[in-house]
């Protein structure tokens, strides 16, 4: 997953935030690669956000007219930008063909392998020629959508509301859903030779990656990890310092009714940070605990023969630690935001006047 | 009156101008030409004049992760936007010389 813009609009509020959907949802009717299309939103969110801590109306920022703005904004996409946007979808359909295609082709194989008078250019089975005229009619769809919203938005000389665009995207979703699913599937049988969808797939993917590998390479280098992509959301949050700064507050007024001196900042900071470090240590917990469970049931389990014993133990094990690495993750995520907090509140005390 | 076209002319020398003094980045564009008195020169017109600058070889850029979590794009002047600037300049400063040999002698 790369670090997109999309994981910082949360950033904006008020007008600004409704502002930049409604550009989001203008641009979105014009084809654009995914790199344009980070670059410019990028640059875009950063001096909304940036105007927005100034203070500044976002009419500063777009002027008076956001359709102007917006033709302006989308107005230099060159061809190569659509090309490559055409070839981008392409690749997601030749993606499902690819997956589709082999898990066919593994049962067609283990069918002629078990008797069956098959031969490996069989177009029996699962429709996936349906399937991915869905897919390819998606793409056609989503253009016509898009040549009808600008249309529409020429005429009235507005872009949607926020209602308005949720219709849109209903419908739309529906229109997919219906074409993919019920007119794919149901419909449209088309006999294509399994191992003709698993080649064509293949030697797209080939191609497309040789040709984009630097696209992709850069890609690797603007990567954002699933668990620091938790850390960065739940920094987002705006009340990241509310619930500590309640927790002192909480103390405090609990020391008073005692008779106790308040804690200072600096002190009630130094143990928060004690404590938030101390859990690290139950990582040891995350290692136990799936052992222990097992042992208890492998106790109370009767088993029938060795191998059921092994079985068990191994999806026991197997199912445990997959859960505990998960929540051991969204710990390590949670104890390095409020780490972060805390070293925030430090620099600036005067939050807990706030 | 329009001012669009005259404002056209004037404002790829500006922005350069606004580069050449030091790196930069978009909203600080902005900042300094609305100081200078230029409203309304929102995100709409500047990036395309940036596509424009970059795309002639005239500013480079890099980018790097803003405070605030997107990609900040910064720009600098490249030695042949140094140049074309400088030539700019020279035009700009005797055209509005002639014109206001023309203009100066109207009476307002």
Partial sequence: ?354 | MDNSQMLKGVLEGCILSIIVKRETYGYEILTKLEEAGFENIGEGTLYPVLTRLEKKGYILCRKEKSPFGPIRKYYSASDDGIRHFKLFKKSYYEITDKAMKILGNEEK
């Fill in chain 1, 1 to 354: 997953m790369i670090d997109s813009y999309a994981f910082y609009t949360d950033k904006l509020k008020g007008e600004y935030l409704e502002t930049f959907k409604q550009i989001e949802f203008y641009c979105s009717t014009f084809t654009m690669d995914d790199d344009l299309r980070e670059e410019r939103f990028n640059e875009l969110l950063d001096m909304f956000i940036t105007a927005q801590e100034s203070g500044k109306s976002v009419k500063k920022i777009i002027g008076n007219d956001i359709q102007w703005f917006c033709k302006e904004f989308c107005s230099d996409i060159d061809t190569k930008s659509r090309i490559v946007s055409f070839f981008d979808k392409i690749k997601i359909i030749a993606i499902y063909a690819f997956i589709l295609s082999s898990l066919e082709m593994l049962c067609l194989i283990m069918d002629i392998v078990n008797g069956a008078k098959l031969s490996i250019w069989s177009s029996e089975g699962f429709n996936i020629g349906g399937y991915i005229f869905g897919f390819a009619a998606i793409t056609i769809i989503d253009l016509i959508f898009n040549l009808i919203i600008r249309y529409i938005m020429r005429k009235r000389k507005r872009i949607p509301t926020k209602l308005q665009r949720r219709i849109y995207y209903i419908i739309s979703f529906f229109a997919y859903f219906i074409v993919v699913f019920l007119i794919g599937f149901n419909i449209f049988e088309i006999k294509i030779p399994v191992l003709a969808i698993l080649i064509i797939s293949t030697l797209y993917l080939i191609v497309y990656y040789i040709f984009n590998r630097d696209r992709i390479k850069k890609h690797k280098t603007q990567k954002i990890h699933f668990w620091d992509m938790v850390a960065n959301e739940m920094q987002n949050d705006k009340d990241k310092y509310k619930s500590i700064i309640k927790q002192y507050k909480r103390i405090n007024k609990r020391r008073i009714k005692k008779g106790k001196e308040c804690m200072t900042h600096e002190e009630f900071l130094n143990k928060k940070e004690n404590s938030v470090n101390a859990t690290k240590k139950t990582k040891w917990f995350f290692a136990l605990f799936p052992l222990l469970i097992t042992a208890f049931f492998f106790l109370i389990s009767d088993f029938e023969s060795i191998i059921d014993m092994v079985i068990f133990v191994f999806i026991m094990l197997g199912v445990e630690y997959l859960v505990m690495y998960f929540m051991y993750k969204l710990e390590c995520a949670a104890i390095k935001d409020s780490l972060k907090s805390i070293a925030e509140l430090r620099k600036n005390p005067e939050k807990f006047e706030e």
